[in-house]
């Protein structure tokens, strides 16, 4: 065993995110790491990182275990190359590399520093430092970081180009333990299908990986899920663990409702030895004051006990359940975000919503020539193709057209034609920066205001329970400091609020967690709009009918 960690309590502000966590990593396993937004996944990475000490419990680790995390920030490494932040954060390669370029002018006679400048080579060598650096330009450039931008400085690469610089970082890092959060995000399908591909071949290093992508945990070996603060164990990949979560949820219904009969019969107990306590004569009634008591002490110690678990189960998985348990399942089942049903404003039209014809498009020179397609009520494209060739390009210009953006790319030939007055909903990565100081609700008002819609408080907080927010604490706190997965949740109450006749969706899998990505799902699968989207999900992808556009080369 690399790792055991048992968290008594551990608390985020007000809220308890842990407790009686227990949870175990072996070597060489890889692990899933899945859990609701908020139930405390990378403060779990940060306490098994060491960055965050403040809890009660133990993290014991084996002897000489070597890990390695990977980073959410990089302030003070502005000024590294890539190249240079990468070497510096394997282990032991500065002090190593130091002997070696240090001991020969200054050892002289010193047995003891020709000792550590010949160990220094042996363990330089068998680290393979040697030609570690031409190995790590290399497979950044499957990651579309150019040798000029590797040898750059850090901060001049994007927030999803620093997530692949970290990915690379952990496949040099030879270690016995690896912590990667969400690792997929922001990559294109080349760089997925790399990554994947590296966490099939790595068999030397033990992995947890916090991932909500099914790609992902479909190569695992374990799922660790965290739920009403404690962390529960499910033995193979993402497809064993809906059939085990289905069968557990399904004994964890009975518990629940078991528990709750039991309380509901001591209630009538208590009730029933309190109205003969009444009842009796003085000389009696003590017989029945110490049968209530003795009841009552049951009643309250099982209702501490018993809280109602979180409950989820994929929709596929409902449909095998008997469906006595389906109606409690229903009945009990965590809350998950609410989409309201959007439909067209114009029925029964005939021309496209999205008309785009033998379409050329670039900046200084084309990015894609010939791009064609004719995107009818309910039609669903995918827009395929790497990162820079172009789709974000298209996206832009079909948004310019529809007078929602500044045009920014030439139209070398072609045309791009839209339905007069069509209104397009657009989910995208990132907030726009004007909201993101803003408190959740005066953001969600904003957003209103900007489209000249109006918006009541009441609306408000129905917005902010449909999407999961807390109306007391969530509405106060500004959005640069919600998480990934609350972000990604007022994306979609900004891409639903003008009723929209068409969507353009640009990953939309990402940061959302199981529950909330299905829900999407079955919301999309009843929209009758059209929908363009960007998504390197397969399973997001297989869920729709649809045609795909490539753009560039693949």
Known sequence: ??????????????????????????????????????????????????????????????????????????????????????????????????????????????????????????????????????????????????????????????GGQKRFVELVKIAHAKVDLALIDEPTNHMDYYAKQT???????????????????????REVDRIIELKDSQAYEFKGNYDAYLKQNRV???????????????????????????????????????KFRIMEDRLQRQYDKLEAAVTKPSFWVD?????????????????????????????????????PLIDVQKLSL??????????????????????HGRNGAGKTTLVNSILATAGLRD????????????????AIGVYEQEISPKYLEMPLELAIERLYLDRNLSISNQRIRQLMSDYLFDPIIDAKTTLIKLSGGQKARFQLINMLANDPQALILDEPTNHLDLPSIEELENALSTYRGAIIFISHDGYFVNKFEHQTIQIGNI
Not at 205 to 213: E, G, K, P, R
């Open 195 to 217: 990554f994947i591909k590296w966490l099939q071949d790595v068999h030397n290093m033990a992995i947890l990986v916090i991932t909500h992508d099914r790609d992902v945990l």
């Open 248 to 286: 557990s949820t399904v004994g964890q219904i009975g518990d629940y409702e078991t528990a709750q009969r039991t309380l509901s019969n001591l209630r009538r107990q208590v009730i029933s030895a309190r109205t003969k306590k009444l009842a009796a004569p003085p000389d009696t009634a003590k």
């Open 1 to 158: 065993m690399l790792v055991k960690a048992e968290i008594n309590d551990k608390h985020f502000g007000a809220k308890q995110l842990f407790s009686g966590l227990h949870l175990s990593l072996n070597k060489n396993e890889k692990v899933g790491l899945i859990g609701r937004n908020g139930t405390g996944k990378s403060t779990l990475f940060n306490l098994l990182s060491g960055f965050d000490k403040d809890y009660d419990g133990d993290i014991s680790f084996a002897k000489d275990v070597i890990s390695i995390s990977t980073r959410q920030e990089h302030l003070g490494l502005e000024a590294y190359s890539c190249l240079e932040y990468i070497l510096n954060e394997l282990p032991s390669y500065t002090k190593l590399k130091h002997i070696i370029d240090t001991y020969p002018s200054s050892m002289q006679t010193s047995q003891n520093k020709m000792n550590a400048y010949s160990d220094a080579l042996e363990q330089f060598s068998s680290l393979g430092y040697y030609t570690v650096e031409d190995s790590v330009v290399q497979q950044l450039a499957s990651y579309q970081i150019t040798e000029k931008m590797a040898r750059g400085a850090l901060d001049q690469l994007s």
């Open 407 to 422: 045009a920014s790319a030439n139209i070398y030939e072609g045309k791009i034609s839209l339905r007069p007055k069509l």
């Open 362 to 383: 670039g900046y200084a020179s084309p990015l894609f020539k010939d791009v064609n397609f004719a995107l009818k009520e309910s039609g669903r494209l995918r827009l």
């Open 315 to 351: 929709k596929e998985n409902i449909t095998q359940m008997p469906s006595k348990v389906s109606e409690s399942y229903h009945k009990y089942k965590a809350k998950n975000i609410r989409i309201g049903k959007v439909s067209l404003n114009e029925k029964g039209a005939v021309l």
